[in-house]
């Protein structure tokens, strides 16, 4: 397994992803790999997936936290009133990349 580093289309975002295999460059797409979206909204860094994992708050590393308490549904909670719109322009990083 490598390691590599995608740029996200969102800001200067980097998602660290494990890839197997041997790889080619001019070869076709074999597919994606994802994960929870990240946000940064009112000083707070946290991944949001509305299917899977739902928000939970994260440290600066990326390392989830232990607890996800009261004040961070409260900011949640605005976050998720916003459209989608203004989502995405607190979006940093996550979501799916082509492999």
Known sequence: MGLKKFRGKHKESELNVSVIANEVRDREPTGFICGPKLYKFEG?????????????????????RERAGKVFYDVFNRFDALSDLE?????????????
Not at 87 to 99: D, E, I, S, T
């Open 44 to 64: 707070w860094f946290f991944q949001y997936h509305p299917w899977t994992s739902g928000p939970w708050p994260l440290k600066k590393d990326g390392d989830p």
């Open 87 to 99: 989502k995405k322009k607190h979006r940093v990083g996550g979501g799916c990349v082509q492999l």
